[in-house]
Each structure stands twice: as C-alpha cells, then as structure tokens.
C-alpha cells in the first residue's frame, strides 16, 4: 500500500517563501554604498557643470561686454541674465553662428557637424590604446627582464616628450604625403579634396558643405553605407595615423600606471601561495592578476580622460581633421583670440560646456566601473 504524499511543513514553506526576499535585500545591501556613491558623485559633477556654465557666464556676458566698466549692470541684471545663460547652455539654445561672408548657421547643428568625427577618432584611439593593459600586466608580472625594460623606456620617452613635438614630428614625416596624395587640397578636411573627388567621379551629393556625411554623420561609416571605397581607404588611413599618434603619446601613462599597480593587487607571497596550490603562472597572471588591475585600469582611465582629450584636441588641430576638437582650437578659439565676433562666443561656451559635460559623465562610469569590479570595496565600505 503506498503510504500518502508528504505536505510540507510550514516552517520550510516560510523558509522558501523568505529566500527570495533575503536574495533581493543582500542585493541591495551589497550595492547600496555604490548605489549612494553614484547619486552623491552625480551631484558634484553637477555642481562642477554650474561652476563652468558661471565662469562661461562672467567671461563671455560680462568681462567680455565690458558691462562692468561701462557701469551698465546691477546686481539684479547679473543674476536675472545668468539665470536665463544657465537654461541656454543647459538645454542646448545655443543660438547660432556666422560662417563665411554673411552666413549664419544654428551652433548645435554646426557642432553636430563635427562631433562624429571625433566620436571615430577617439574610438579608434581607444582600441588602440587597449594593448597597454596586456603589455603593463606582463611587464609589472615579470619585473627586470626585457619587456619591463623596454616599457618603463618608452614611459618615460613619452612622459619627457611633448605630445606636441610627436604630433608635429608625425604630421611632417607622415602626414604631408599623404596629404599630396590626396591632391594637397582638403577643404573637407578628413575627407580627400576637391582634386582627388574630381578625378574620380566628383563631390558625392551624400557629403555636405562642412564635410559632413549623411545618413548617420559619421564618415567611415557612411562610406561603408555607399560603396565608397576609394573615399573609405582615405579616411580610414588618416584616422588611424592620428588616431596612433593619440594612442601612442597616451598609452605611455597606462604602461607605468599598471606594471606598478601589478606589484601592489598581486603580491610575491600571493603568486608562492598559487604557485605551491599548483595553479599554473598563466592562469594566475591573466585571470586572478586581471581581475584585480581592470578596476585600477577603469579608475586610472576616468581620472585622465581630460589629458586624452587633450592630446586628441592637438591631434584634430595640427592634422587639419574634422573634429570638435578641432573647432574648439581653431574655428571658436584662435578666431576669438584673433578679435572676430560675436558668434565665435557662442560657439566656444557650446564647445566648453559640452566637454566639461563629457568629462564629468567620463570619470563617473569610469570609476563606479572599478569601484563595482573591486572585490574588496563593498566589504571595506560595510566595515566602516
């Protein structure tokens, strides 16, 4: 005779019914020092956006106008008219901006224009700039020997050398034939110019006054879109010779950064300890060893992302690319500087307050990256 189904007990059944419960609050628990760090990291990168848009706001409204001499302004013109700057810059009415004799243009589209070049270029740079983290792990893994030798030399070529000097070296030796090569005339800028268009079939309609691509503004890709593939050879060419002259001048700081910080996340007596465990050096260097310098990596990404932008801005300039970079040195500040008008002023506060956003934004998911990758920092945050 078979014996009746067993019930379960109501005990266990609470137990079950609360494991999902205990799951959900464990994650929070885990997760609520990073979740609070964002909320308190955003509010400062906001903090820091108000005190830029303030600055763009006495330099260009009011030093600038001479407001303040000719007596023309009062404590409550001052705060009424940066009130109304603030929402401006904030919500991109940037106005617009005189381009060639009498032209004008509005400023975000004229920006739009030329961020997608940047976009490429920097993601370029970035791939590139990936090897640093293999080269750094076996150089600071194997210490002494001829890869750390020959990284901590090309780390301090780098770190003495001014990315200037690089930079200018690569345009003459590198740059100028392929800037012939493509007819010596490049209104376009990234794009070849007129010469090299019209010996091959002319000006495509898909690309615009300003070098612009359509139908998604970024030119290699357009270029993929409409077969052109004498025009995406060119391109391609000249965004990885500067995107290599971006990586190679940045890679330098990752180099020494990691190989000291692989010392420091993977101590001698941790690799004896593997080693007598019998876990093999490759296994113990790529995975154990990795797993701890990405969050030092992440972290040392997001706090010198303004240095790469930096080097990418005299990159843009100095290889004639259509860029943001590049309008922000030439178009909004060399022609400000030289005494143009007005709409330079409109053109430089978008550019400014566009990458004090994107720095900000850069170094907030940089380092809740590494700080969610730390094995250790939720368990030192919990102790405290």
Known sequence: MSSPPRT????????????????VHGFLTRHSLLLTWIVRRLLSAFAQILAVVTLLYLFFEIFANHLISEGGITPRTVVSQWWDF??????????????????????????????????????????????????????????????????????????YVPAVLIAFLAMVYLYLPYYYYTGGDIPFGTLPGYIWFDANGGVPTWIGIYGNTSPTGFPLL?????????????????????????????????????????????????????????????????????????????????????????IQSIVEYMFDTNGALYLLLYQGGSQLIGGAGGTEENLLIALIFLLAVVIALVSIAAEAIAIALDPTWLTKGRRR
């Not at 379960?8 to 799951?23: D, E, K």
């Not at 060639?100 to 070049?117: D, H, K, Q, R």
Request: charged share 15%.
């Open 8 to 23: 379960q007990s109501p005990s266990r059944f609470r137990g079950r019914l609360r494991h999902p419960l205990r799951s």
């Open 86 to 159: 603030l929402i401006n810059t904030l919500t991109g009415n940037w106005g617009s901006i005189q381009v060639g004799s009498g032209f004008t243009i509005n400023t975000a589209a004229y920006v739009g224009y030329y961020l997608p070049y940047s976009l490429e270029l920097a993601a370029l740079s970035l791939l590139l700039t990936s090897v640093a983290y293999p080269l750094g792990l076996l150089a600071g893994w194997r210490r002494g020997r001829a890869l750390d030798a020959a990284t901590q030399g090309y780390s301090a070529f780098i770190l």
């Open 222 to 310: 357009d270029g993929l879109i409409h077969h052109a593939w004498g025009m995406e050879w060119i391109v391609f060419l000249k965004t990885l010779l500067c995107a290599a002259v971006i990586s190679g001048t940045y890679t330098g700081i990752f180099l020494r950064y990691i190989r000291g910080a692989v010392s420091e996340a993977i101590p001698l007596s941790f690799r004896q300890a593997a080693s007598a465990r019998g876990i093999p050096e490759r296994r113990l260097l790529w995975h154990h060893g990795g797993r701890r310098i990405i969050p030092l990596y992440a972290f040392a990404f997001g706090n010198t992302f303004g240095s790469f932008l930096f």
